[in-house]
């Protein structure tokens, strides 16, 4: 599956160094490898579900630590079918936001300073190496074959498989798209989103669209989704021209300011804002979690946008997937601490995941 060489997928503040999620609950037993290095057994958790939902869905996702005591951040992974969460700790109070896959293997920055590579088959710490402080968002070029990670100050990327800097560059964001040999990188404090060659690392324009919490391209319709989170704007990129080529405003999709950045209590009582965005598996749509509680669907034929998909009352949503068949959308809920499956067939929950927590979602089938 395409996804499973990538799905990436902010926490609202990541210039900020906060993180909403992360409060899934799970122990660690420590054990040493063959090469010397410390590494945390993955344990097993299992969470009641509302309705049974027939398919080999696995939803993995980063958390961090938990913003208030000690904790490990850690990888979570819940087979849907079984409803079987597996956990793998890492780092003490490590900061892990967005992931990326590459064959079999997870690539988890933390704001920390460490990547942990962990192996999505067997859900053990592979190993790890020294990245650039303040990056924890993950994202890979199968063109370029390169890894690049981001943060509040710069984007950096690694060759893959050797894991060798190739490049850096002084400017940061939380929003990270890469299309061919092109990323696309933007922040939610910031004006601009900024395009840059992947083959040397430079620079290649701007485009004026700010304030973005976050990004998905739709390969099928060669468009990239931009999600302002302050005043509800979806932008539409043509990425063949790079011009802009509609902008749909959505009420629900903004309510966040730069003001509230740093303040959890002022932050969760936002009634609305953009969080996760996410393709479905033909391109035909686009869905954005939502702080209003809803999931927010967007017609990627034409440009506009669809309907409201309810999840539960006083919801704040982050984390969202969709599932590579198209039936159902994963999402983060929160204040909850739960994830929820909603059917895209009806619109109704088909289950509930207590504990489960992550801002972003990858799906694997």
Do not use: C
């Not at 060798?164 to 990270?176: R, S």
């Amino acid at each position: 599956m395409g996804k499973q060489r990538l799905t990436s997928i902010f926490a609202t503040s990541l210039l900020m160094g906060v993180s909403l999620g992360g409060y899934a609950v799970a122990s660690a037993h420590s054990m040493k490898t063959a090469n010397g290095m410390k590494q945390e057994k993955s344990n097993t958790m299992t969470s009641p579900i509302r309705k049974t939902i027939q398919n080999s869905d696995v939803l993995l996702g980063a958390a961090a630590s938990p913003p208030s005591g000690n904790g490990n951040g850690m990888v979570l992974f819940e087979q849907v079918k079984t409803s079987k969460m597996i956990s793998v700790p890492f780092l003490k109070n490590a900061n892990a936001f967005q992931l990326a896959v590459v064959d079999h293997t997870a690539y988890v920055p933390t704001l920390q300073g460490k990547t942990y590579l962990i192996d999505t088959q067997t859900h053990r710490v592979i190993s790890h190496f020294s990245s650039p402080v303040g990056a924890r968002i993950a994202d890979f070029s199968n063109v370029e074959h390169l890894l690049i990670l981001t943060g509040g100050k710069s984007v950096t990327a690694f060759a893959l498989p050797s894991l060798k800097q190739v490049w850096q560059l002084g400017v940061g964001g939380n929003a990270l798209s890469v299309v061919g040999r092109v990323a696309y990188l933007s922040g939610n404090s910031a004006k601009n989103t900024v395009i840059i060659d992947l083959k040397n690392g430079k620079m290649m324009g701007t485009l004026p669209v700010g304030m973005i919490e976050d990004t998905a391209y739709d390969p099928q319709k060669h468009t990239l989704w931009l999600a302002n989170w302050n005043n509800g704007n979806m932008t539409v990129v043509n990425t063949k021209t790079n011009h802009i080529v509609d902008v749909i405003h959505q009420s629900e999709g903004g309510g966040f300011s730069m003001q509230d950045m740093g303040s959890m209590q002022k932050m969760m009582k936002a009634t609305g804002g953009y969080m996760q965005l996410a393709v479905g598996p033909r391109g035909n749509h686009v869905y954005a979690a939502s702080f209003s509680g809803n999931i927010l669907a967007f017609n990627a034929v034409k440009n506009t946008f669809d309907r409201k998909i309810p999840t539960l009352p006083m919801a704040k949503l982050s984390g969202i997937a969709i599932d590579p068949s198209g039936q159902y959308a994963y999402a983060t809920v929160e204040n909850m601490k739960e994830t929820v499956a909603i059917s895209l067939k009806n619109d109704k929950l088909a289950a509930t995941f207590p504990r489960l927590v992550s801002n972003r979602w990858v799906v694997l089938h």
